[in-house]
């Protein structure tokens, strides 16, 4: 059945033909008839507001299509943009089950299905299901595990060109790309948010863009991006690795007779 937005709704869990590719979704099919009974299946238009900041957590959004953008805002209006979350992604899970407002900002990136669960009605589903509290579990490790990457990249990254070229590199990753010699990368966000990702301004990620074409690293065309040279960006997004072939290279060049370029 096709939404207002397109999309194409999946209409039951039981009988969702992706549900074994995703951590939540995947529970027996008695817990998954009974989590059904209480979600409430929506559709939203791209640029909407599921919650905010310090709201009271009203429930779990389970995101079924589409992409959400999470984030956080500073007081002088700044914003730092933590994950694009995926189908499959429960949003709000941490909140809904410590009774503490909302630490994100939630707001859709494409047209979504989301299935809303009230909290009191997902608190007792937990309570009935076990294999639902493994899955939940499993979900809140997977994103402190992320959280603690990102705050790696952005925290011990020495340069927006490292920490924009590890984003790319994972984004080839996740769209199974990371093998190709020249991946191409479908990019929905704009260089504004893309900054707020990586804790910089958008003028220097146009700046970074800039100087990759000219270096042929990449070639953008229309909102694809396509790596040209993929093993110069590695060396971008991992100056450990380029620090410590430097002095070598330079010792044989200096051996060799040969110009450092």
């Known amino acids: 059945m096709l939404s207002p937005y397109g999309l194409d709704i999946i209409e039951s869990c039981v009988t969702c033909k992706m549900r074994a590719e995703r951590i939540f979704c995947d529970l027996p099919t008695s817990a998954l008839q009974a989590f059904e009974n209480?979600?409430?299946?929506?559709?939203?238009?791209?640029?909407?507001?599921?919650?905010v900041e310090g709201q009271a957590p009203r429930g779990i959004f389970v995101l079924?299509?589409?992409?959400?953008?999470?984030?956080?805002?500073?007081?002088?209006?700044?914003?730092l943009i933590l994950n694009i979350a995926e189908p499959g992604e429960v949003l709000g899970l941490s909140a809904t089950i410590s009774g503490k407002p909302y630490e994100l900002r939630a707001e859709t990136v494409?047209?979504?299905?989301?299935?809303?669960?009230?909290?009191e009605d997902f608190l007792r589903f937990l309570k009935d299901h076990v294999d639902a509290c493994l899955k939940a579990a499993e979900q809140l490790g997977e994103k402190y595990n992320n959280t603690c990457r990102e705050l790696r990249s952005l925290g011990l990254s020495h340069s927006a060109g490292e920490?924009?070229?590890?984003?790319?590199?994972?984004?080839?990753?996740?769209?199974?790309?990371?093998?190709?010699?020249?991946p191409r990368l479908k990019l929905s966000l704009t260089h504004e948010e893309i900054a707020q990702m990586i804790g910089t301004s958008r003028e220097t990620v146009t700046r970074v863009f800039a100087d990759w074409r000219q270096r042929q690293i990449v070639k953008g065309t229309g909102s694809t991006l396509v790596i040209r040279n993929k093993a110069t960006l590695g060396l971008i997004?991992?100056?450990?690795?380029?620090?410590?072939?430097?002095?070598?290279?330079?010792r044989a060049q200096r051996e060799l007779l040969i110009p450092s370029a």
Do not use: H, M
Not at 64 to 79: F, H, I, M, Y
Not at 237 to 250: I, N
């Open 38 to 51: 209480i979600t409430y299946p929506t559709a939203y238009p791209d640029g909407a507001i599921l919650f």
């Open 64 to 79: 079924c299509k589409g992409r959400v953008k999470l984030s956080l805002s500073a007081s002088d209006g700044k914003t």
């Open 110 to 119: 494409d047209p979504c299905q989301l299935n809303f669960v009230k909290r």
């Open 163 to 182: 920490k924009l070229a590890k984003l790319l590199l994972e984004w080839s990753s996740k769209n199974g790309q990371a093998s190709k010699q020249e």
């Open 237 to 250: 997004a991992t100056p450990e690795v380029r620090v410590r072939f430097a002095k070598p290279l330079r």
